[in-house]
């Protein structure tokens, strides 16, 4: 089971949109079975799929209540080998909890509860994390669960600039967690102007910063599919993003060792 992490310090960088594209195209077009988490107390991706619910369990009662089952949060998407573990603003509350409880370890609940379902017999070909634009003990819980570390980027000055502290995170988090690292990062809502030319340009310069190949390009379909709840290869399959990400999945998976 590989745990795939997307995240950025920034918001509005597109992590939710490419988080559950990706796992739909893992699931729909190299027929793995995967679980895409909500990790994020905004609930996106649990809204998109119709999933956002507060009488139902979350990932705040994976990471806050003791011997919680994990298999009870867990919901169908209704497409093939996609599974969604949802979020709501409870995880608010569950980051404070998470900070004051010590009397578990922390920031390894998230790993022990995934580390469970294989146990149960219940196994994911890949698992992905959508996280808030944030690092709070969530996203560190996502970081010490994972292998790969996926960063979408918007270009502009403000996502350059927390591209270092994202990365101390990550190595903050290899204390738990040895084989956390960067896959890589990729460009999304790009455009070809001397903004996005020149940030490309700047990005794959840059020392220690691995990059994509594929660039997700800007299209109006990619906000028409939040409103219709369907993943780009289902609401509009000819679309240049659609067939970004699965450029995006391809080298990724191609590029696992």
Avoid at 50 to 64: C, E, N, Q, R
Avoid at 136 to 157: E, F, G, M, R, Y
Avoid at 167 to 175: K, N, P, S, T, V
Avoid at 183 to 190: H, L, P, S, V
Wanted: glycine share 8%.
């Amino acid at each position: 089971m590989r745990v795939i992490n997307i995240i950025n310090l920034k918001g509005g960088v597109a992590k939710s949109i490419s988080a559950i594209n990706i796992a739909y195209i893992i699931a729909a077009h190299y027929g793995k079975r995967v679980l895409l988490i909500d990790n994020d107390k905004q609930g996106n991706a649990s809204k998109f799929f119709g999933l956002h619910d507060y009488g139902a369990p979350s990932i705040a009662d994976v990471l806050t209540v003791k011997d919680f089952d994990i298999r009870d949060a867990i919901r169908a998407t209704g497409y093939d080998g996609l599974d969604v573990l949802p979020a709501n603003m409870n995880l608010l509350r569950a980051n404070k909890e998470l900070l004051m409880d010590a009397s578990r370890p922390q920031q390894t609940r998230l790993a022990k509860a995934l580390a469970g379902l294989v146990d149960a017999g219940v196994v994911y070909d890949d698992v992905i994390i959508d996280n808030a634009p944030d690092i709070n003990l969530s996203a560190i819980n996502a970081l010490v669960a994972c292998h790969d570390v996926l960063i979408p980027i918007k270009v502009d000055q403000f996502a350059f600039d927390g591209l270092e502290q994202l990365a101390e995170q990550i190595r903050d988090a290899r204390e738990f967690n040895p084989r956390v690292q960067i896959a890589g990062c990729f460009i999304t809502m790009y455009q070809r102007n001397n903004v996005c030319v020149q940030g490309a340009e700047w990005l794959a310069g840059a020392p220690g910063i691995p990059m994509f190949k594929t660039m997700i390009r800007k299209t109006v379909a990619v906000d028409e599919s939040t409103f219709a709840g369907q993943p780009l290869h289902v609401y509009a399959p000819g679309c240049t993003a659609a067939r970004d990400y699965a450029e995006l999945v391809a080298e990724y998976v191609g590029g696992i060792k």
